[in-house]
């Protein structure tokens, strides 16, 4: 109970201080909106203010629990003080309209007022008797869900994405202190979600992070909502909201610790802000709508294109190029400290992403462009298909937006309204980046203007909006989305109060339901604080203080993992000597150099590089100097003497790619041998640097090439570089290919099993 109690704390905190921060910049603006988006569009502000607050605490390294609640308590503080100034403004002017009372012009204009307000007021009253069967109906619908939706929240934090990385990183800045490099792809993605969640985290842990995702969902709703009522028509907008609200990928994103729904919510209050200022016309109104645009790319990179959007939106409106630049500098306030982040730490302003461009040692450009292609297609064979997928299958994009969504071409009623237009403007140039990542909720941002458009299309037909809202309600309930998509990620239809409450003690609910959390068990249990682990089996870091290391998400890691295949894969294994003769002569440097780039996408790689005189080997000295292109920081790796590593382009081999070494002296050299392996058909040619003609000059003509057999103690030197790298654990999953040649021999690889569960087994390397 006491950590229910903590994470509804952390939460509320968090929320309250998003609402307090965003009202108090909107009050000092003098911002005129309406009752009913003020509360969401003040919250959404606000979090781009905390968001920005926090980033500042973890760059001066004070991330201490007492310093995130000192910030909430104070902004929320600040706002129960302005709320008292502003009560007492208005008891103010009411005494000043009393004394005024006696001047009779003024009782005549106060009883035509009153009059007319109670005319108003009966005609509302009549109108609302006439239809409260819709009213009672979205209560219903609204609290049903919602009783369903905060009680997943509350109920420990499993899922996939938000236990490993999305809040993994937020708990290993809090041990830090504050920001860290972290190796890692995921880790250098823009966080400006993740900032929000960290002072939740600090107070009430993983689940507070998930309830602050959820206050984000809720104020998604009453932005939809509230802008129905801007246009005039409630009830499109109460449809619209419910639309989003109840779609099953959004119910289960928007209460894990995941961030598209709050990226969604940030993306709708852009299009709201620069509505309003439309409609005013107060560049004042441009502040919110700029500090929104640059929250949209501190949340994620994609979501960036709303402020295309919003500039070009502000041009064609006011024809004039100024507002823009007011509106960009409030932009890059929120996206510059995310720019220079990346650039300090991966000297990369958009890492992971344009490696090819911004070259560094942290990202394999042929890493991020396979997962990059991944992402693109997920298991989808046929693209035409994904309508299919995202609506009633959602097996392979994770996920369903609901039946109801089928209808989108329906969405072209809604052009013969000014609204209508601008809703499918601003959704269409969002779904410009779906096709990066066709996963079903990489559609949460467009939802929301996708549904108003479809709540607007048929008219003032208020009914058969009705339908679709109560069809909608039907499917999206997570009972029956198991009938028409059973592998489809979703909400269980149970309301989880006994594990929200830790009834049902949270580690054994998280045992029962993730693989992650009992991997995460397993290396907490196991590997002594301090140390690193290989991780091949998908830890929940979250609920890890030891650093797991992913496969893929970067260069360290992705040599890490090429060094443990080359212990047991032949494929990969220095079977293939190539050698390079030439005549004898004074050599100050060797180039190998690619001369063709292959048809396939293939990588060139070498795992050692030698230099005979007479047949004996060419002792290595240090004033060698080595180069290679691409890849220049993992040439070492070429040549130290070790069967299991390699150097490695990383890159799609292309011509003009090369190794050099310059020898600081000349050398008398008269062959080359260079062993590599049956991973790849590029050899290269040798070129030598004739000092007399200042160039390079070919010197080994057609190679030799012959097989040969690796050192048989290629799996222990394999061990050993991991070792000498820093990592002495291994997570081997038993699905991966080589994980049957490590139990077979684990004495052989140098390794020690140390315990198994959850389909991994963990190995300790031996000291050697």
Same mark, same amino acid.
């Given at each position: 109970?006491?950590?229910?109690?903590?994470?509804?704390?952390?939460?509320?905190?968090?929320?309250?201080?998003?609402?307090?921060?965003?009202?108090?910049?909107?009050?000092?603006?003098?911002?005129?909106?309406?009752?009913?988006?003020?509360?969401?569009?003040?919250?959404?502000?606000?979090?781009?203010?905390?968001?920005?607050?926090?980033?500042?605490?973890?760059?001066?390294?004070?991330?201490?629990?007492?310093?995130?609640?000192?910030?909430?308590?104070?902004?929320?503080?600040?706002?129960?003080?302005?709320?008292?100034?502003?009560?007492?403004?208005?008891?103010?002017?009411?005494?000043?309209?009393?004394?005024?009372?006696?001047?009779?012009?003024?009782?005549?204009?106060?009883?035509?007022?009153?009059?007319?307000?109670?005319?108003?007021?009966?005609?509302?009253?009549?109108?609302?008797?006439?239809?409260?069967?819709?009213?009672?109906?979205?209560?219903?619908?609204?609290?049903?869900?919602?009783?369903?939706?905060?009680?997943?929240?509350?109920?420990?934090?499993?899922?996939?994405?938000?236990?490993? =990385?999305?809040? &993994? #990183? +937020?708990?290993?800045?809090? $041990?830090?202190?504050?920001? %860290?490099?972290?190796?890692?792809? /995921? *880790?250098?993605?823009?966080?400006?979600?993740?900032?929000?969640?960290?002072?939740?985290?600090?107070?009430?842990?993983?689940?507070?992070?998930?309830?602050?995702?959820?206050?984000?969902?809720?104020?998604?709703?009453?932005?939809?909502?509230?802008?129905?009522?801007?246009?005039?028509?409630?009830?499109?907008?109460?449809?619209?909201?419910?639309?989003?609200?109840?779609?099953?990928?959004?119910?289960?994103?928007?209460?894990?610790?995941?961030?598209?729904?709050?990226?969604?919510?940030?993306?709708?209050?852009?299009?709201?802000?620069?509505?309003?200022?439309?409609?005013?016309?107060?560049?004042?109104?441009?502040?919110?709508?700029?500090?929104?645009?640059?929250?949209?790319?501190?949340?994620?990179?994609?979501?960036?294109?709303?402020?295309? =959007?919003?500039? &070009? #939106? +502000?041009?064609?409106?006011? $024809?004039?190029?100024?507002? %823009?630049?007011?509106?960009?500098? /409030? *932009?890059?306030?929120?996206?510059?400290?995310?720019?220079?982040?990346?650039?300090?730490?991966?000297?990369?302003?958009?890492?992971?992403?344009?490696?090819?461009?911004?070259?560094?040692?942290?990202?394999?450009?042929?890493?991020?462009?396979?997962?990059?292609?991944?992402?693109?297609?997920?298991?989808?064979?046929?693209?035409?298909?994904?309508?299919?997928?995202?609506?009633?299958?959602?097996?392979?994009?994770?996920?369903?937006?609901?039946?109801?969504?089928?209808?989108?071409?329906?969405?072209?009623?809604?052009?013969?309204?000014?609204?209508?237009?601008?809703?499918?403007?601003?959704?269409?140039?969002?779904?410009?980046?779906?096709?990066?990542?066709?996963?079903?909720?990489?559609?949460?941002?467009?939802?929301?203007?996708?549904?108003?458009?479809?709540?607007?299309?048929?008219?003032?037909?208020?009914?058969?909006?009705?339908?679709?809202?109560?069809?909608?309600?039907?499917?999206?309930?997570?009972?029956?989305?198991?009938?028409?998509?059973?592998?489809?990620?979703?909400?269980?239809?149970?309301?989880?109060?006994?594990?929200?409450?830790?009834?049902?003690?949270?580690?054994?609910?998280?045992?029962?339901?993730?693989?992650?959390?009992?991997?995460?068990?397993?290396?907490?249990?196991?590997?002594?604080?301090?140390?690193?682990?290989?991780?091949?089996?998908?830890?929940?870091?979250?609920?890890?203080?030891?650093?797991?290391?992913?496969?893929?998400?970067?260069?360290?890691?992705?040599?890490?993992?090429?060094?443990?295949?080359?212990?047991?894969?032949?494929?990969?294994?220095?079977?293939?000597?190539?050698?390079?003769?030439?005549?004898?002569?004074?050599?100050?440097?060797?180039?190998?150099?690619?001369?063709?780039?292959?048809?396939?996408?293939?990588?060139?790689?070498?795992?050692?590089?030698?230099?005979?005189?007479?047949?004996?080997?060419?002792?290595?000295?240090?004033?060698?100097?080595?180069?290679?292109?691409?890849?220049?920081?993992?040439?070492?790796?070429?040549?130290?003497?070790?069967?299991?590593?390699?150097?490695?382009?990383?890159?799609?081999?292309?011509?003009?790619?090369?190794?050099?070494?310059?020898?600081?002296?000349?050398?008398?050299?008269?062959?080359?041998?260079?062993?590599?392996?049956?991973?790849?058909?590029?050899?290269?040619?040798?070129?030598?640097?004739?000092?007399?003609?200042?160039?390079?000059?070919?010197?080994?003509?057609?190679?030799?090439?012959?097989?040969?057999?690796?050192?048989?103690?290629?799996?222990?030197?394999?061990?050993?570089?991991?070792?000498?790298?820093?990592?002495?654990?291994?997570?081997?999953?038993?699905?991966?290919?080589?994980?049957?040649?490590?139990?077979?021999?684990?004495?052989?690889?140098?390794?020690?099993?140390?315990?198994?569960?959850?389909?991994?087994?963990?190995?300790?390397?031996?000291?050697?």
């Amino acid at each position: 109970m006491i950590q229910a109690l903590a994470a509804v704390l952390g939460a509320a905190l968090t929320a309250g201080s998003c609402y307090t921060a965003g009202a108090l910049l909107i009050d000092r603006l003098a911002l005129k909106l309406n009752h009913a988006e003020r509360t969401p569009l003040a919250f959404l502000l606000g979090a781009a203010i905390l968001h920005l607050a926090v980033f500042a605490i973890l760059v001066l390294q004070l991330a201490y629990w007492p310093v995130f609640v000192a910030l909430l308590v104070g902004l929320c503080g600040a706002g129960f003080g302005l709320r008292r100034t502003l009560v007492g403004v208005a008891d103010g002017r009411a005494e000043a309209r009393r004394r005024l009372s006696t001047d009779s012009a003024y009782n005549a204009e106060r009883r035509r007022w009153v009059i007319n307000s109670l005319r108003r007021a009966v005609s509302d009253a009549a109108r609302c008797a006439l239809k409260p069967a819709p009213q009672i109906l979205c209560v219903i619908l609204f609290g049903a869900f919602t009783v369903l939706y905060f009680f997943h929240a509350l109920a420990p934090e499993s899922s996939p994405d938000g236990s490993s =990385y999305h809040l &993994g #990183f +937020v708990a290993q800045y809090l $041990r830090a202190r504050g920001f %860290v490099a972290v190796e890692d792809m /995921y *880790a250098a993605l823009s966080g400006g979600v993740e900032m929000v969640f960290t002072p939740a985290f600090a107070i009430g842990k993983h689940s507070a992070a998930a309830l602050t995702h959820f206050a984000f969902l809720i104020a998604l709703a009453l932005a939809v909502f509230a802008y129905g009522q801007r246009l005039g028509k409630s009830w499109a907008g109460a449809a619209a909201a419910f639309l989003v609200y109840a779609s099953p990928v959004v119910g289960i994103d928007g209460t894990s610790a995941y961030i598209d729904v709050a990226v969604a919510a940030v993306v709708f209050a852009v299009f709201y802000w620069l509505e309003i200022w439309d409609e005013l016309r107060d560049d004042r109104l441009l502040i919110p709508a700029g500090l929104m645009a640059g929250y949209a790319y501190a949340a994620k990179y994609t979501a960036f294109v709303m402020f295309f =959007y919003a500039a &070009g #939106f +502000v041009i064609w409106r006011s $024809r004039s190029l100024r507002p %823009v630049f007011k509106l960009s500098i /409030y *932009a890059i306030l929120m996206a510059a400290p995310w720019i220079l982040r990346n650039w300090v730490f991966y000297q990369n302003p958009v890492a992971p992403f344009a490696g090819e461009i911004f070259r560094n040692s942290h990202f394999h450009a042929i890493t991020i462009q396979q997962w990059a292609r991944d992402l693109r297609r997920y298991e989808v064979a046929n693209l035409w298909t994904l309508p299919l997928e995202v609506t009633i299958r959602g097996v392979k994009t994770n996920g369903v937006i609901g039946p109801v969504f089928l209808l989108i071409p329906v969405l072209l009623l809604s052009l013969r309204f000014r609204a209508g237009r601008r809703l499918l403007a601003a959704g269409l140039i969002l779904f410009t980046t779906y096709l990066a990542n066709v996963g079903t909720r990489f559609l949460i941002p467009e939802l929301p203007f996708f549904a108003l458009a479809l709540a607007l299309a048929p008219g003032d037909s208020p009914g058969l909006v009705g339908c679709l809202v109560i069809f909608h309600a039907i499917t999206s309930w997570p009972g029956a989305v198991g009938h028409y998509a059973p592998g489809a990620w979703r909400l269980s239809s149970r309301v989880l109060y006994r594990e929200a409450l830790r009834i049902i003690p949270q580690d054994r609910y998280l045992r029962e339901v993730s693989g992650g959390y009992r991997l995460a068990r397993l290396v907490e249990d196991h590997v002594p604080k301090g140390e690193r682990v290989l991780d091949l089996a998908g830890v929940a870091n979250a609920y890890s203080s030891r650093e797991a290391l992913a496969s893929y998400t970067s260069a360290f890691n992705d040599d890490l993992v090429d060094i443990l295949n080359n212990g047991w894969l032949n494929y990969y294994q220095p079977r293939v000597l190539v050698q390079f003769r030439f005549p004898e002569r004074m050599v100050g440097r060797i180039r190998i150099e690619q001369i063709r780039a292959p048809d396939t996408v293939e990588q060139w790689s070498v795992h050692e590089v030698r230099f005979f005189h007479h047949g004996k080997e060419l002792t290595r000295r240090p004033e060698w100097s080595l180069s290679a292109w691409p890849n220049p920081w993992g040439v070492q790796l070429a040549f130290d003497n070790s069967p299991a590593t390699r150097w490695r382009t990383w890159e799609r081999a292309a011509a003009g790619d090369y190794i050099q070494v310059d020898f600081g002296r000349p050398q008398m050299a008269d062959e080359v041998r260079i062993e590599t392996s049956y991973d790849h058909s590029l050899q290269g040619e040798v070129k030598l640097w004739d000092h007399a003609s200042g160039r390079w000059i070919e010197g080994g003509g057609e190679p030799r090439i012959s097989e040969v057999k690796p050192d048989v103690n290629i799996r222990r030197y394999a061990t050993r570089e991991i070792a000498l790298r820093g990592v002495r654990y291994l997570l081997i999953p038993d699905d991966f290919q080589g994980a049957f040649d490590l139990r077979g021999d684990p004495e052989g690889w140098g390794l020690e099993f140390v315990a198994q569960g959850s389909g991994a087994r963990l190995y300790h390397i031996l000291p050697q």
